[in-house]
């Protein structure tokens, strides 16, 4: 009762100050900040591992290379993918294993030119492609696959292509003559667009028919690796050993973890100190409730002395002045967690909005990699947040609420 009507009173008669005030809305800043920056973080990490999974292969396994006899030249080809696919199927867990062609060739479209890699790869095989087979990203028919090719948004745009134009693949190592190795050309009917949310997997990728890519290729008969795909991606590393036995002695392991580890783990390292900068802006904002509540023990130091004549306890004087600084580290972190939550739900119009104030261009996905700012709103995250600005509220408030505990009553009203 008597916090309240200290939390109630105004300045003239000596109740909150303005400090208490700036502390409040520090505060709240501060965990609006954090657990801003916290749903920003968990978002990315989320869309970069989702594009991952949904257009890569969780797993892939591919021969150690041997030498051919006849050319010198080492050969890494499976020649019995089926049987080893049919085999990595079998593994507990496994839930899609596709057979792959892969080479990198130049495209073209009349005066345009891009460097490209091609995917060669069933048709039934590519329709299980969740980032791929995206009927709301893409464009065209992906049942028309066999009958032509399927490219990126960022070649389709980068050569000026639309469903229904012609792509031109050009292979250096292409034909064997007596002469020698000349290019191979065909022309192909763009049938499908996709977009699988990565800026570097829509600016180069293609999918060919498997047939088609391997006598493109000159892989007649033979695959250069096998997509794996499995249940749980997070835990892929404790299948490698199942999954290496089922393929064969040749057999390799190349999981998604090895290809983006070190992004991941920059990404952890990044958050952890975006983290640790953010809780010292709670902190400092926390410590405003020190000077704000030491301005109102010495404002009150009269009614601390009679309090303390009447016969209330330290106790009771330190719980008076604790709960009216805690009271504004709650407030404070009750709306910093109301403003945060709403700038996580309602991430999209909050970028629209500052895209268009600063005239466009604010996100480039050439540079960031994905198409746009994700958030995604993590109890965790909001919890930490919430556990963090309420700790440090109520550490810094213990030392004033202390001190005026420990007046002296004789001494508070020496002058009355």
């Known amino acids: 009762m008597i916090a309240w009507r200290y939390l109630r009173a105004k300045r003239a008669e000596g109740g909150v100050s303005v400090m208490t005030w700036i502390s409040l809305i520090g505060i709240t800043l501060a965990v609006f900040a954090l657990i801003a920056t916290l749903s920003v973080r968990s978002g990315f990490r989320a869309e970069f591992v989702d594009t991952i999974l949904g257009a890569n292969a969780h797993v892939t396994v591919y021969n150690v290379g041997e030498v051919d006899a006849a050319t010198g030249r080492i ?23 596709a057979p792959l062609v892969k080479g990198q060739v130049m495209a073209n479209s009349r005066e345009r030119n891009a460097g490209v890699v091609v995917f060669g790869i069933a048709p039934g095989d590519l329709a299980t492609l969740p980032r791929i087979a995206d009927p709301e990203t893409a464009r065209g028919d992906i049942g028309e696959f066999e009958r032509g090719i399927a490219i990126g948004s960022g070649v389709a745009r980068e050569l000026g292509l639309g469903v229904g134009d012609k792509i031109r693949l050009i292979n250096p190592n292409g034909v064997k003559t007596a002469f020698g190795t000349s290019p191979r ?68 392991v190349w999981t998604w973890r090895d290809s983006s580890g070190g992004f991941l783990r920059a990404l952890e390292v990044e958050d ?82 500052v895209n268009y104030v600063m005239g466009g261009g604010v996100w480039d996905p050439s540079i960031r990699g994905i198409y746009q700012l994700p958030a995604r709103l993590e109890l965790a995250d909001v919890l930490s947040a919430v556990g963090l600005s309420l700790g440090l509220s109520f550490v810094v408030t213990i030392f004033p609420a202390r001190r005026a505990a420990r007046m002296n009553p004789v001494e508070a009203l020496r002058y009355e």
């Open 75 to 97: 050969d890494r080809t499976i020649r019995d993918y089926e049987t080893m696919a049919e085999a990595v199927r079998g593994v507990e867990g496994v839930t899609r294993v």
């Open 272 to 353: 952890n100190v975006m983290f640790i900068i953010l809780s010292i802006l709670v902190l400092i904002a926390a410590m405003n409730i020190t000077s704000g509540l030491i301005m109102l023990v010495k404002n009150k130091g009269r009614d601390i002395g009679i309090l303390r004549t009447m016969g209330l306890t330290e106790g009771s004087v330190l719980r008076v002045f604790f709960i009216c600084g805690a009271f504004t580290g709650i407030i404070g972190t009750v709306f910093g967690v109301l403003f945060g939550c709403l700038f996580a739900i309602y991430i999209d119009p909050v970028f629209s909005f």
């Open 185 to 252: 050309i065909n022309a192909y009917d763009v049938v499908y667009i996709f977009s699988a949310g990565r800026y570097d997997i829509d600016r180069v990728r293609v999918y060919l028919p498997l047939a088609e890519a391997q006598s493109f290729f000159n892989r007649e008969g033979v695959a250069d690796e096998l997509e794996v795909m499995v249940t749980d991606p997070e835990k892929v590393d404790d299948m490698a050993v199942a999954l290496l036995r089922a393929a064969g002695d040749r057999a390799q």
